[in-house]
């Protein structure tokens, strides 16, 4: 079951494990038993890879001073050169 968040006007916050069926109705707090409306927050990005993590942390590291490149990233693939005579004659950009 997933877990929701909820708030109380005197307890402040707390968390509570319910069928998804019961989200959308007020919880009772756990402190006083007075009814929490429901908080919505970010989705939990736990179970991402971790290379998406990755970038989208060094997308954030980045963002208002991003960093210099003084040369183009190697790359793993060799470059394929052509000996067919019919290539020569394609237009070129």
Request: proline share 14%.
């Amino acid at each position: 079951m997933p877990t929701y968040g909820y708030d109380c006007a005197d307890c402040g916050a707390f968390d509570l494990v319910r069928p998804m069926a019961e989200a959308g109705a007020p919880a009772p707090c756990p402190g006083c038993g007075a009814p929490g409306r429901r908080l919505f927050g970010a989705p939990a990005l736990r179970s991402l890879d971790p290379a998406v993590t990755g970038a989208i942390d060094a997308s954030a590291r980045t963002a208002e001073a991003p960093g210099v490149v003084d040369r183009l990233p190697a790359s793993r693939r060799r470059t394929r050169y052509t000996a067919d005579p019919r290539h020569l004659r394609l237009p070129r950009p």
